[in-house]
């Protein structure tokens, strides 16, 4: 069945300092989301990707999906404290009923 | 605007007991319903979604079930808990989820002991 990885597992870094995030699917995607759930919290919808080669940019996000649609990553330019959390990719095949979600990347920043 | 309640939000249960999670949509109308549970530090996992009454798909064969007796209205159970059903259970619902995504419930945090 279809599988979504997610590299790196955790990442640490100071504020200040960029941050990116890998997804990678087993199979090619119709379309990938990306959600972000804060400690103690849940899930919250980031954004959508659908064209080969999409960037989309949200302030300091900037989400990618791949010319292949089987992978995309989230770049955060200058973490903030405000960014600690788990983003969560989702990816949806062609004829898929539903997403399925990466084991997502927690994100630490040092102040 | 449209919300979404879980509850309870944390739940302490021994093993073999019975298990009762309620989810209720406002707002919106026919929504598709979805129950979710990520283990600690790992990812979500799909257990089961509805796209109308009466109508439950399960995604993982399990000790669980859910049933859908309203429109916005969706319920996981368990008649028996095992340890292994400790996990954070978490409600979502979309319209278009190929557009709009998810929403999320804030969720039940489940201990078995």
């Known amino acids: 069945g279809q599988q979504v990885m997610q590299i790196p597992q955790y990442q640490h870094v100071q504020e200040g300092e960029d941050f990116t995030t890998y997804c990678n699917s087993s199979?090619?995607?119709?379309?990938i989301q990306w959600y972000k759930q804060r400690p103690g919290g849940h899930p919250v919808f980031l954004i959508q990707l659908v064209k080969s080669g999409e960037v989309k940019k949200q302030k300091r996000l900037t989400f990618q999906f791949g010319e292949a649609k089987k992978n995309s990553s989230l770049h955060i330019t200058a973490t903030q404290t405000t960014d600690v959390g788990t983003y969560f990719c989702?990816?949806?095949?062609?004829?898929?009923?539903?997403?399925?979600f990466g084991p997502g990347t927690r994100l630490s920043v040092l102040p | 605007s449209q919300t979404i309640h879980q509850w309870p939000a944390t739940l302490v249960q021994p093993v073999g007991s019975p298990l009762s999670l309620e989810c209720t949509v406002e707002?919106?109308?026919?929504?598709?319903l979805y129950w979710y549970r990520q283990a600690a530090g790992r990812g979500l996992q799909l257990l089961f979604y509805s796209v109308g009454i009466g109508q439950i798909s399960s995604e993982v064969p399990q000790n669980l079930s859910a049933s859908r007796p309203q429109d916005r209205q969706f319920i996981l159970s368990s008649k028996k808990l095992l340890l292994s059903d400790s996990g954070f259970y978490l409600c979502?619902?979309?319209?278009?989820?190929?557009?709009?995504?998810?929403?999320f419930g804030s969720g039940t945090r489940l201990t078995v002991v």
């Open positions: 199979t090619t995607l119709s379309n």
């Open positions: 979502a619902w979309s319209v278009a989820a190929r557009v709009y995504g998810y929403t």
């Open positions: 989702a990816g949806r095949e062609n004829y898929g009923q539903n997403f399925v």
């Open positions: 707002g919106t109308s026919n929504p598709n």
